[in-house]
């Protein structure tokens, strides 16, 4: 008798699912909402499977992270997990601009890599493009066992400018915070009122004591008054 791995039992279920034809590969934004000029172009990627097949599309989601940090044009690939949400994952990528990010999208191991998936999605996976708005280095990342933190920012239209100061504010005043590795954060291409901040901490400690920091209260009351939506912040760990 030949003994498979439950990880390799389940990529085959993944594999079956798609021969089948049960589901479709969303297409990809398209570039006429990217500006060629956006360089680095930030992608952040929310990906939500099934939690049963959680170690299954963690091996899927190793494999193309190590083969996507070799393809042309790519600046950084990091996959997160949500500690308390099995199946839910965020894919942190930069590339050096909309031409390279299409010609990834196009290639062969990237369709297949999409199709399993979207095999096991709870929801579809959503691609948000982004361009820098205050951020470092790629050089430093990935950071293993540091807390990696994402957080959705939506602000109304109207107050667009000051939302980009306060966070401006933010991201240069948390950069010197005790604990902090990263603070970047990018808006995005096609909704300018929204943010993502991407950030990694030391240790859960540091990111639970800047909380009460100043500037992140002064931030948060800023905020109050032009939030288009609830503040939405979530810890993840680095996929190793």
């Known amino acids: 008798m030949t003994f498979r791995s439950p990880v390799a039992s389940m990529l085959t279920a993944l594999s079956l699912l798609v021969l089948d034809g049960v589901y479709a590969q969303a297409p990809a934004q398209p570039s006429s909402v990217i500006p060629a000029s956006v360089s680095p172009l930030y992608v952040v990627t929310y990906v939500e499977t099934n939690p049963e097949l959680k170690s299954g599309t963690a091996a899927l989601l190793k494999v193309h992270r190590d083969d996507s940090r070799k393809a042309a044009g790519n600046l950084r690939y990091v996959v997160l997990q949500s500690p308390r949400r099995p199946g839910q994952f965020v894919i942190a990528s930069a590339w050096q601009d909309i031409a390279a990010w299409e010609t990834y999208m196009s290639a062969t191991a990237t369709t297949e890599f999409r199709n399993k998936l979207v095999a096991v999605r709870s929801a579809p996976i959503d691609d948000r493009f982004n361009a820098s708005l205050s951020v470092g280095s790629l050089a430093e990342l ?10 959705h920012v939506d602000v109304i239209p109207p107050r667009l400018n000051d ?15 005790n604990g902090n590795l990263r603070f970047e954060i990018v808006q995005q291409t096609n909704r300018p009122n929204h943010f993502t901040v991407f950030e990694i901490w030391r240790s859960r400690e540091a990111f639970d004591a800047n909380i009460m920091a100043p500037p992140q209260r002064e931030f948060r009351d800023k905020l109050g008054s032009m939030s288009g939506a609830l503040y939405d912040e979530r810890l993840y760990e680095l996929l190793e």
């Not at 939302?163 to 915070?177: I, K, P, Q």
């Open 142 to 151: 990935p950071v293993k066992g540091a807390v990696y933190g994402v957080t």
């Open 163 to 177: 939302a980009v100061a306060a966070l401006t504010v933010l991201g240069e005043a948390t950069r010197r915070a």
